[in-house]
């Protein structure tokens, strides 16, 4: 059964990587370098700041960091102990898969994926009773996911697992900030 999903897995991100095309390249490149995100990034703490008043900013923004640094942390802690070999360092694909980057460090979970999903996942928690269109920011992991197996560095259960770590540790997060936001709001002398 696990040699099956191993293969499953392998199969997949060899067909998914194999749809790419030359003139994408670029794109797909500029899409997965984390610094093209950095105005989305200070645009989501920005409607985290607007959308709060008093002590409650810094509890949004700090929820908002949390939610990264807590996934970034578990995340190096499951490739650590996992220790996967990104396909782009597996001899058996060099000739079969398309390389655009040659990242060393372990494979599973996705570090772009995770974060991404566990920041997104905090800021539409938080917000989306104040700005329904905030789901529209799932949109930037699903790309930052996507660029991954186009670029030849993760396999597509690195994406799920990353999924799945962002989407536990933005809940996890979002449970203590919403207790913190819901006591000031019951103490205001607190906010």
């Known amino acids: 059964m696990i040699g ?7 199969d997949l991100f060899i067909y998914l990587n194999g749809l790419g095309v030359e003139r994408f ?6 899409v997965t370098q984390e610094e093209t995100w950095i105005p989305l990034y200070i645009l989501l703490a920005i409607l985290i700041i607007l959308s709060h008043k008093g002590k409650n900013i810094l509890i949004g923004l700090i929820s908002f960091l949390a939610s990264f640094a807590v996934t970034f942390g578990l995340t190096r802690i499951i490739k650590a102990t996992i220790a996967r070999a990104r396909p782009n360092n597996v001899d058996e694909f ?11 460090y ?21 917000l989306r009773k104040k700005w ?5 920011f799932y949109l930037w992991p699903f790309l930052f996911a996507t660029s991954r197996v186009y670029v030849g560095v993760h396999y597509p259960s690195d994406l799920i697992g990353g999924a ?27 906010s």
Do not use: M
């Not at 060099?94 to 060393?104: A, D, G, N, S």
């Open 94 to 104: 060099q000739e079969v898969i398309r390389i655009l980057q040659e990242p060393t």
């Open 132 to 136: 329904k269109w905030v789901y529209i």
């Open 4 to 10: 099956q999903i191993k293969q499953w897995d392998r």
């Open 164 to 190: 799945i770590v962002g989407l536990f540790c933005a809940f996890f997060v979002y449970y203590f900030y919403k207790k913190l936001i819901d006591n000031n709001l019951k103490n205001p002398s607190n």
């Open 25 to 30: 390249d670029a794109f797909w490149i500029f």
């Open 106 to 126: 372990y494979s599973f979970v996705s570090g772009h994926t995770s974060t991404s999903v566990a920041i997104t996942t905090f800021v539409v928690l938080a």
